[in-house]
Protein backbone atom coordinates (compact mmCIF):
# COMPACT_ATOMS: atom_id res chain seq x y z
CA UNK A 1 0.00 0.00 0.00
CA UNK A 2 2.93 2.40 0.86
CA UNK A 3 3.82 1.47 -2.58
CA UNK A 4 1.26 2.89 -4.32
CA UNK A 5 1.48 6.34 -2.39
CA UNK A 6 4.66 6.52 -3.26
CA UNK A 7 3.76 5.82 -7.10
CA UNK A 8 4.56 9.14 -8.78
CA UNK A 9 2.65 8.15 -12.17
CA UNK A 10 -0.33 7.72 -9.75
CA UNK A 11 0.07 11.26 -8.16
CA UNK A 12 0.50 12.42 -12.34
CA UNK A 13 -2.07 10.69 -13.45
CA UNK A 14 -4.61 12.61 -10.76
CA UNK A 15 -2.57 15.62 -11.54
CA UNK A 16 -4.07 15.39 -14.99
CA UNK A 17 -7.68 14.33 -14.36
CA UNK A 18 -7.68 17.38 -12.31
CA UNK A 19 -6.52 19.23 -15.06
CA UNK A 20 -8.90 17.68 -17.43
CA UNK A 21 -11.22 18.90 -15.45
CA UNK A 22 -11.03 22.56 -15.91
CA UNK A 23 -10.89 21.93 -20.26
CA UNK A 24 -12.14 24.91 -21.61
CA UNK A 25 -15.08 23.39 -23.44
CA UNK A 26 -16.47 21.75 -20.94
CA UNK A 27 -16.17 23.50 -17.82
CA UNK A 28 -19.37 25.89 -19.11
CA UNK A 29 -21.69 22.32 -19.91
CA UNK A 30 -20.50 21.30 -16.20
CA UNK A 31 -24.34 22.83 -14.16
CA UNK A 32 -26.13 21.01 -17.23
CA UNK A 33 -24.50 17.75 -16.58
CA UNK A 34 -25.30 17.83 -12.96
CA UNK A 35 -28.54 18.78 -13.63
CA UNK A 36 -29.15 15.77 -15.66
CA UNK A 37 -27.27 13.37 -13.15
CA UNK A 38 -29.44 14.77 -9.90
CA UNK A 39 -32.81 14.65 -11.57
CA UNK A 40 -33.45 11.10 -10.42
CA UNK A 41 -35.60 10.15 -7.36
CA UNK A 42 -32.34 7.60 -5.84
CA UNK A 43 -29.59 10.07 -6.77
CA UNK A 44 -27.44 8.03 -5.00
CA UNK A 45 -27.85 4.93 -7.33
CA UNK A 46 -27.96 7.40 -10.51
CA UNK A 47 -24.38 8.62 -8.81
CA UNK A 48 -22.83 5.44 -8.44
CA UNK A 49 -23.79 4.21 -12.13
CA UNK A 50 -22.24 7.46 -13.48
CA UNK A 51 -19.10 7.17 -11.44
CA UNK A 52 -19.09 3.55 -12.83
CA UNK A 53 -19.71 4.55 -16.37
CA UNK A 54 -17.48 7.33 -16.47
CA UNK A 55 -14.36 5.49 -15.09
CA UNK A 56 -14.64 1.97 -16.81
CA UNK A 57 -14.78 3.99 -20.26
CA UNK A 58 -10.96 5.48 -19.46
CA UNK A 59 -10.05 2.83 -17.76
CA UNK A 60 -10.44 0.06 -21.11
CA UNK A 61 -8.57 2.80 -22.95
CA UNK A 62 -5.98 2.79 -19.90
CA UNK A 63 -5.92 -1.15 -20.15
CA UNK A 64 -5.18 -1.02 -24.33
CA UNK A 65 -2.78 1.65 -24.09
CA UNK A 66 -0.57 -0.53 -21.66
CA UNK A 67 -1.31 -3.81 -23.69
CA UNK A 68 0.19 -2.10 -27.04
CA UNK A 69 3.07 0.31 -24.89
CA UNK A 70 3.93 -3.14 -23.14
CA UNK A 71 5.87 -4.36 -26.60
CA UNK A 72 7.94 -1.57 -26.82
CA UNK A 73 9.39 -1.34 -22.92
CA UNK A 74 12.27 -3.07 -24.20
CA UNK A 75 13.96 -0.20 -26.05
CA UNK A 76 14.08 1.85 -22.84
CA UNK A 77 15.96 5.00 -23.18
CA UNK A 78 14.77 5.60 -26.97
CA UNK A 79 11.16 5.28 -25.85
CA UNK A 80 11.79 7.96 -22.76
CA UNK A 81 12.80 10.01 -25.91
CA UNK A 82 9.92 9.28 -27.79
CA UNK A 83 7.06 9.40 -24.93
CA UNK A 84 8.79 12.68 -23.47
CA UNK A 85 8.62 14.33 -26.85
CA UNK A 86 4.96 13.35 -27.30
CA UNK A 87 4.14 14.99 -24.19
CA UNK A 88 5.92 18.16 -24.96
CA UNK A 89 4.02 17.78 -28.27
CA UNK A 90 0.56 17.54 -26.21
CA UNK A 91 2.12 20.72 -24.36
CA UNK A 92 1.76 22.73 -27.29
CA UNK A 93 -1.49 21.11 -28.77
CA UNK A 94 -3.00 22.48 -25.23
CA UNK A 95 -1.52 25.59 -24.90
CA UNK A 96 -2.85 26.12 -28.85
CA UNK A 97 -6.30 25.06 -27.98
CA UNK A 98 -6.09 22.63 -30.76
CA UNK A 99 -7.87 19.52 -29.96
CA UNK A 100 -6.53 15.66 -31.21
CA UNK A 101 -9.86 14.19 -31.44
CA UNK A 102 -12.68 15.47 -32.94
CA UNK A 103 -15.56 16.46 -31.31
CA UNK A 104 -18.52 14.21 -30.57
CA UNK A 105 -21.75 15.45 -30.17
CA UNK A 106 -23.64 12.93 -27.81
CA UNK A 107 -27.09 14.06 -26.38
CA UNK A 108 -27.09 13.32 -22.54
CA UNK A 109 -30.31 15.02 -22.31
CA UNK A 110 -31.98 11.34 -22.80
CA UNK A 111 -30.15 10.11 -19.95
CA UNK A 112 -32.30 12.52 -17.69
CA UNK A 113 -34.16 10.63 -14.74
CA UNK A 114 -33.82 7.06 -14.56
CA UNK A 115 -31.67 5.16 -12.01
CA UNK A 116 -28.15 3.71 -11.78
CA UNK A 117 -28.27 2.05 -15.23
CA UNK A 118 -28.92 5.12 -16.53
CA UNK A 119 -26.15 6.77 -14.70
CA UNK A 120 -23.83 4.20 -15.75
CA UNK A 121 -24.61 5.39 -19.69
CA UNK A 122 -24.17 9.10 -18.62
CA UNK A 123 -20.97 8.83 -17.25
CA UNK A 124 -19.67 6.93 -20.52
CA UNK A 125 -21.75 9.82 -22.71
CA UNK A 126 -20.11 12.49 -20.59
CA UNK A 127 -16.62 10.52 -20.30
CA UNK A 128 -17.00 11.40 -24.68
CA UNK A 129 -18.02 14.34 -24.05
CA UNK A 130 -14.78 15.27 -22.44
CA UNK A 131 -12.25 13.02 -24.76
CA UNK A 132 -11.86 15.89 -27.40
CA UNK A 133 -11.88 18.14 -25.00
CA UNK A 134 -9.02 17.45 -22.70
CA UNK A 135 -7.96 15.27 -25.76
CA UNK A 136 -3.77 16.67 -25.04
CA UNK A 137 -4.41 15.93 -21.45
CA UNK A 138 -5.46 12.62 -22.71
CA UNK A 139 -3.07 12.18 -24.74
CA UNK A 140 -0.19 12.84 -22.24
CA UNK A 141 -1.55 10.44 -19.61
CA UNK A 142 -1.98 7.61 -22.71
CA UNK A 143 1.37 7.90 -23.02
CA UNK A 144 2.72 7.64 -20.15
CA UNK A 145 -0.04 4.60 -19.89
CA UNK A 146 1.89 2.64 -23.24
CA UNK A 147 5.28 2.70 -21.13
CA UNK A 148 3.98 0.67 -18.39
CA UNK A 149 1.44 -2.52 -19.03
CA UNK A 150 -2.26 -3.35 -19.37
CA UNK A 151 -3.01 -3.58 -15.44
CA UNK A 152 -1.11 -0.49 -14.46
CA UNK A 153 -2.77 1.48 -17.88
CA UNK A 154 -6.40 0.61 -16.56
CA UNK A 155 -4.96 1.93 -13.01
CA UNK A 156 -3.40 5.25 -14.18
CA UNK A 157 -6.89 5.66 -16.37
CA UNK A 158 -8.66 5.32 -13.42
CA UNK A 159 -6.77 7.60 -11.22
CA UNK A 160 -7.06 9.92 -13.86
CA UNK A 161 -10.95 9.60 -14.20
CA UNK A 162 -11.14 10.30 -10.37
CA UNK A 163 -9.33 13.24 -10.90
CA UNK A 164 -12.21 13.92 -13.38
CA UNK A 165 -15.07 12.92 -11.33
CA UNK A 166 -14.28 13.95 -7.63
CA UNK A 167 -14.09 17.13 -8.24
CA UNK A 168 -17.27 17.40 -11.02
CA UNK A 169 -19.53 15.61 -8.44
CA UNK A 170 -18.13 18.18 -5.84
CA UNK A 171 -17.38 21.69 -6.68
CA UNK A 172 -18.30 21.46 -9.91
CA UNK A 173 -21.13 23.74 -10.16
CA UNK A 174 -19.57 26.42 -8.50
CA UNK A 175 -16.36 26.32 -9.95
CA UNK A 176 -18.08 26.58 -13.90
CA UNK A 177 -20.67 29.28 -13.05
CA UNK A 178 -17.64 31.50 -11.22
CA UNK A 179 -15.48 30.97 -14.15
CA UNK A 180 -18.45 31.74 -16.67
CA UNK A 181 -18.95 35.18 -15.62
CA UNK A 182 -15.69 35.91 -17.21
CA UNK A 183 -15.05 32.52 -18.53
CA UNK A 184 -15.59 33.92 -22.52
CA UNK A 185 -12.77 35.96 -22.44
CA UNK A 186 -9.73 34.63 -23.69
CA UNK A 187 -7.13 35.60 -20.92
CA UNK A 188 -9.04 33.04 -18.97
CA UNK A 189 -8.78 30.36 -21.36
CA UNK A 190 -4.80 31.10 -22.06
CA UNK A 191 -4.46 31.19 -18.37
CA UNK A 192 -5.59 27.77 -17.94
CA UNK A 193 -3.82 26.52 -21.17
CA UNK A 194 -0.68 28.02 -20.18
CA UNK A 195 -0.71 26.56 -16.81
CA UNK A 196 -1.57 22.92 -18.07
CA UNK A 197 0.92 23.26 -20.74
CA UNK A 198 4.09 24.27 -18.47
CA UNK A 199 2.81 21.25 -16.15
CA UNK A 200 3.21 19.12 -19.68
CA UNK A 201 6.50 20.49 -20.53
CA UNK A 202 7.76 19.95 -17.15
CA UNK A 203 6.73 16.55 -17.39
CA UNK A 204 7.72 15.33 -21.01
CA UNK A 205 11.60 16.63 -19.31
CA UNK A 206 11.96 14.72 -16.59
CA UNK A 207 10.22 11.17 -18.81
CA UNK A 208 13.60 12.24 -21.30
CA UNK A 209 15.76 12.50 -18.15
CA UNK A 210 14.62 9.00 -17.05
CA UNK A 211 14.02 10.86 -13.78
CA UNK A 212 10.36 10.31 -14.23
CA UNK A 213 9.43 6.53 -13.25
CA UNK A 214 6.15 5.09 -14.35
Known sequence: MLSFYKDVSIWV??????????SPCVL???????GILFTAKNKFNKILGFFIGFSFLFSVIGVFSGQVGSFFTKYGTIINYILGSLIILMAFFYISGKQIVKE?????WKFKGGGFLTGILLGGAVGLVWIPCSSPILGSILTIAASSNALKGG??????????????????????????YSFGKPKWELFLRILGGIFLIILGFLIISGKMIT
Open 104 to 108: NKVNV
Open 155 to 180: LLLFVYSLGISIPFLTIGAPVSKLIS
Open 13 to 22: ALGHGILAFF
Open 28 to 34: PLIPAFL
